[in-house]
């Protein structure tokens, strides 16, 4: 089993930047993949960013490319995520995800955390 906190959401307005973090606890030790997902009311849920178990690989929305990287720090079992140029349709509350796979299918992941809402502001 692994847990999932994510931490970092907030009100931001566009243009701006914000860190998302998840931080992983219990069966770490096993090499996972962590993806980000978002979803918005009304909206199925939508694949944002991932990271390879070992960090070397790592695969973005086109939504997102170019302005959102995804980075994982070992010693702290936690994968940021660093929204920049931030839009307003990237409101949205932001899950993390780990699975086996590097993956952008939601059914490709087992465990999930509670979510982190972010809001943008014209």
């Known amino acids: 089993q692994v847990q999932l906190v994510e931490s970092g959401g907030g009100s931001v307005q566009a243009g701006g930047s914000l860190r998302l973090s998840c931080v992983a606890s219990g069966r770490t030790r096993t090499g996972y993949a962590v993806g980000w997902f978002r979803r918005t009311p009304g909206k199925k849920r939508e694949f944002v960013a991932a990271v390879s178990w070992n960090g070397g690989g790592t695969y973005y929305a086109d939504s997102v490319k170019g302005r959102f990287i995804i980075s994982r720090d070992f010693a702290k079992d936690t994968v940021y995520l660093y929204m920049n140029t931030v839009k307003l349709e990237d409101a949205a509350v932001y899950y993390c995800?780990?699975?086996?796979?590097?993956?952008?299918?939601?059914?490709?992941?087992?465990?999930w955390g509670q979510g982190t809402p972010v809001t943008v502001s014209s």
């Open positions: 995800a780990a699975g086996q796979a590097n993956t952008d299918r939601d059914d490709e992941y087992d465990y």
